[in-house]
């Protein structure tokens, strides 16, 4: 019987050396190999707002075994080392793309560089890195600072149509710490506070999540009693912001003049956009989440043997319930606002 175990046991061995060193092949959901498919490595930040959910649904969409796929998704819970292993894992597995929504924008350059000595390519999708260029093929995202330049000029240009001449007393909520997305938007933030004179409070993360948005608001009302505007670097840090507000007595809404909070918004996702229609968030800065089909055609060109641009930033729009601004200006380019109406709300795709 033991001799039997030992032996059974030592081809099993063999089998999983020689499987190895061939690379394992591709699973198909119905768990058997099929070379047709193009094989994709996804590293998804985490599943922490209802952007996120609707990229991965996208990504997941797109990258089908009916459009020729095999994706491998993998959620790295909002911590990069958890990425930096997935990438690992993908190498190992030999797939033929990796793509990676990166958590933070620094610390990629030993894992690119993994990637790029295995041969293969890298598409990075929304946030960005500060990686040498070299070392990946290809990236597609939002310009964060752009997004939030614009809802800084929404905000300074509603102000003065109400002709408010008052003090203007902000927070911002920042995204994870780290992340590109916070950068952006968090340096627009700090630059309009200090061309217009608005008086910061506080600036701390909410990490993109309801809870901690509604956590750190909590705690920074009890702290201060003047917040008359909050800067939310998400919809989801929105909703927990809001829930702050009124659970400590107090009115969101657009009117400052007569005590109310004024919440700015980024996303757009159909929570958000509804809470803008309602007026409870004044402006809400579009960042599209829907990559799937402009990445799975990414991965089509590059089989087919062309070549991608180096960097692509979507573009955006903006959308607001309230009709006093209908446009904004940054750096001398204008950008429609959109008036928002239940009719745009049915249509929206996320
Ligand atoms: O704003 C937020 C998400 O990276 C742009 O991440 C994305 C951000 C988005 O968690 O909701």
Same mark, same amino acid.
């Given at each position: 019987?033991?001799?039997?175990?030992?032996?059974?046991?030592?081809?099993?061995?063999?089998?999983?050396?020689?499987?190895?060193?061939?690379?394992?092949?591709?699973?198909?959901?119905?768990?058997?190999?099929?070379?047709?498919?193009?094989?994709?490595?996804?590293?998804?930040?985490?599943?922490?707002?209802?952007?996120?959910?609707?990229?991965?649904?996208?990504?997941?969409?797109?990258? %089908?075994?009916?459009? *020729?796929?095999?994706?491998? #998704?993998? +959620? =790295?819970?909002? $911590?990069?080392?958890?990425?930096?292993? !997935?990438?690992?894992?993908?190498?190992?597995?030999?797939?033929?793309?990796?793509?990676?929504?990166?958590?933070?924008?620094?610390?990629?350059?030993?894992?690119?560089?993994?990637?790029?000595?295995?041969?293969?390519?890298?598409?990075?999708?929304?946030?960005?890195?500060?990686?040498?260029?070299?070392?990946?093929?290809?990236?597609?995202?939002?310009?964060?600072?752009?997004?939030?330049?614009?809802?800084?000029?929404?905000?300074?240009?509603?102000?003065?149509?109400?002709?408010?001449?008052?003090?203007?007393?902000?927070?911002?909520?920042?995204?994870?710490?780290?992340? %590109?997305?916070?950068? *952006?938007?968090?340096?627009? #933030?700090? +630059? =309009?506070?200090? $061309?217009?004179?608005?008086?910061?409070? !506080?600036?701390?993360?909410?990490?993109?999540?309801?809870?901690?948005?509604?956590?750190?608001?909590?705690?920074?009302?009890?702290?201060?009693?003047?917040?008359?505007?909050?800067?939310?670097?998400?919809?989801?840090?929105?909703?927990?912001?809001?829930?702050?507000?009124?659970?400590?007595?107090?009115?969101?809404?657009?009117?400052?003049?007569?005590?109310?909070?004024?919440?700015?918004?980024?996303?757009?996702?159909?929570?958000?956009?509804?809470?803008?229609?309602?007026?409870?968030?004044?402006?809400?800065?579009?960042?599209?989440?829907?990559?799937?089909?402009?990445?799975?055609?990414?991965?089509?060109?590059?089989?087919?043997?062309?070549?991608?641009?180096?960097?692509?930033?979507?573009?955006?729009?903006?959308?607001?319930?309230?009709?006093?601004?209908?446009?904004?200006?940054?750096?001398?380019?204008?950008?429609?606002?959109?008036?928002?109406?239940?009719?745009?709300?049915?249509?929206?795709?996320?």
């Amino acid at each position: 019987m033991k001799t039997r175990a030992l032996a059974a046991g030592l081809w099993g061995l063999l089998a999983i050396i020689l499987l190895s060193a061939c690379g394992a092949p591709a699973e198909t959901g119905e768990g058997v190999s099929d070379d047709s498919l193009i094989t994709v490595g996804f590293s998804q930040v985490g599943a922490e707002s209802d952007w996120r959910t609707s990229c991965t649904n996208s990504v997941m969409e797109a990258f %089908s075994e009916e459009n *020729g796929f095999n994706l491998i #998704f993998s +959620d =790295a819970q909002q $911590k990069q080392e958890n990425q930096i292993k !997935a990438v690992r894992d993908f190498i190992s597995q030999d797939v033929d793309y990796i793509i990676i929504d990166p958590i933070t924008e620094s610390g990629w350059d030993q894992s690119l560089k993994e990637a790029s000595d295995a041969g293969i390519p890298v598409i990075l999708v929304d946030r960005a890195v500060d990686a040498d260029e070299s070392l990946y093929t290809a990236a597609i995202g939002s310009d964060f600072e752009l997004e939030g330049k614009k809802a800084c000029a929404y905000l300074k240009a509603y102000l003065d149509k109400m002709s408010y001449k008052g003090e203007v007393n902000i927070v911002d909520i920042q995204g994870t710490i780290g992340a %590109s997305a916070t950068i *952006g938007r968090s340096k627009a #933030f700090d +630059d =309009a506070a200090k $061309k217009y004179g608005w008086n910061v409070l !506080a600036q701390e993360t909410g990490e993109f999540t309801q809870a901690k948005g509604q956590e750190v608001m909590e705690s920074i009302l009890k702290r201060h009693d003047n917040v008359n505007v909050v800067y939310c670097e998400n919809d989801n840090e929105a909703f927990g912001v809001r829930d702050a507000i009124e659970s400590a007595g107090k009115k969101v809404g657009n009117n400052i003049e007569k005590g109310e909070i004024i919440l700015l918004s980024f996303d757009t996702t159909r929570a958000g956009l509804t809470e803008t229609l309602n007026g409870t968030i004044l402006v809400n800065t579009e960042c599209n989440p829907l990559y799937g089909e402009r990445l799975a055609s990414m991965v089509k060109t590059l089989e087919e043997g062309g070549t991608l641009e180096k960097h692509t930033y979507i573009d955006e729009d903006q959308y607001s319930a309230n009709e006093l601004v209908k446009s904004v200006t940054v750096d001398g380019k204008t950008y429609p606002v959109t008036i928002l109406t239940q009719e745009i709300l049915d249509e929206r795709p996320y």
